[in-house]
């Protein structure tokens, strides 16, 4: 494995520190500090002229995770192009287990919450933290053939595009078409600058791609669509070179900084007073279908896909590999996050909660993860040994 000399760029230091800030977030939200802090993340930021007028704390979630997302929408492009799901042999595998990743998840989520008013939620355990998840595994996973990870790389890209999906669709409000008809075209000249770049490596047209990307994100923020997919919109349509380029200037960025903050501002949430038979079934549908439900679903539908690979395909994991993989698919952390927000915004109370699922729900798949990711690589060493 190789190891990178900036730990930002790792896997397993930028997990540690998302896992850091989101304990600090919840920590200080239940301290004495919460009301200095809240009053920090509640207080709005207008853009004079542009009709945006946000909080503190979603400048962080609209703005600086379109930054996440454009990262993530780069690396979803080199994947289909030229990475784990450039082919549909490929791609076929991944695709069952993590339909099964999602719709096991769903159901668990309607089972638990489906007869009450926090229905909305069932897109929210969908999610994988790919960044998270391959954190781990680089933590535990010594000694696991490289196929565990590809596979796990792979599920974890199409949990993604489905987030995006979800966040793009669901999530809408009162879509001003014209200023999304506008911002598509922002994103046109967006891509054919950084053609341009490519070609020439001018100063000049690499600025005028971010003035570009960032009247994109403005035009998307105010068109009613959520924000974040300007970033996804831009890293899908940049040019290889420069989406590159980008993507190893802003890794450390997003690592050590966006990320973090996110996830501080997203846990900052106040730990309700409340029995467990009154908590919100938002919670409990969260905090169970992320562990038991990611679990299921990816190792099942992966193990029935792993049956029916054609001929030519990848060899076939064994089911206690695919049993790692589930577990670290009920990570959801970032996206989920972002994901509770969103379906819970009229609501305070409820969304709190569905926080609180997320990391409840995320903290029991990291521990889950980490104790099956550790024997399945003990065993894998232990086989090495011995016939070595």
Do not use: C
Not at 161 to 187: K, S, T, Y
Not at 233 to 244: F, N, Q, R
Not at 357 to 367: K, Q, T, Y
Request: glycine share 10%; no cysteine.
């Amino acid at each position: 494995m190789r190891i990178s000399a900036n730990p930002l760029r790792g896997q397993q230091f930028p997990a540690i520190l998302l896992l850091v800030a989101a304990g600090l977030g919840l920590l200080l939200a239940n301290l004495p500090t919460h009301g200095p802090l809240a009053a920090v993340l509640d207080f709005h930021i207008p853009v004079p002229g542009t009709g945006i007028d946000l909080s503190v704390a979603h400048w962080v979630s609209d703005g600086l995770l379109a930054i996440f997302f454009l990262v993530v929408a780069v690396e979803l492009r080199h994947e289909l192009t030229h990475g784990e799901l450039d082919s549909p042999r490929k791609a076929l595998q991944p695709a069952i287990a993590a339909a099964g990743g999602i719709v096991v998840p769903i159901a668990a989520y309607l089972l638990i919450a489906g007869e009450s008013a926090t229905a909305t939620g069932w897109p929210i355990p969908t999610a994988t933290d790919i960044a998270f998840a391959l954190g781990v595994l680089a933590m535990f996973g010594r000694g696991l053939p490289s196929g565990v990870r590809v596979f796990l790389l792979a599920l974890a890209i199409l949990d993604d595009i489905i987030g995006i999906i979800f966040i793009a669709v669901l999530f809408a409000r009162d879509v001003q078409w014209l200023l999304l008809a506008l911002a598509v075209v922002a994103v046109v000249a967006f891509a054919l600058l950084s053609r341009l770049l490519h070609e020439n490596g001018h100063v000049a047209i690499a600025i005028a791609m971010g003035v570009v990307g960032i009247i994109t994100w403005g035009l998307v923020a105010a068109s009613g669509i959520h924000a974040t997919i300007a970033g996804v919109m831009l890293g899908l349509v940049m040019s290889p070179v420069p989406a590159g380029r980008a993507r190893h200037a802003l890794e450390p960025t997003v690592n050590g900084a966006i990320l973090p903050l996110f996830a501080f501002v997203a846990a900052f949430v106040v730990i309700p007073s409340l029995s467990p038979s009154e908590l919100s079934p938002a919670f409990w549908g969260i905090a169970v279908a992320l562990p038991v439900g990611k679990i299921v679903g990816i190792s099942l539908f992966g193990w029935v896909a792993m049956r029916i690979r054609p001929k030519g395909s990848e060899p076939a994991l064994p089911f206690a590999d695919l049993l790692s993989a589930g577990a670290l698919g009920g990570i959801g952390f970032t996206v989920s996050l972002l994901l509770a927000n969103l379906a819970f915004a009229s609501d305070d109370s409820v969304r709190d909660q569905a926080i609180l699922g997320v990391l409840v729900g995320s903290l029991v798949a990291l521990a889950l993860s980490g104790v099956i990711v550790s024997l399945r690589a003990r065993w894998y060493r232990q086989v090495a040994a011995a016939t070595s």
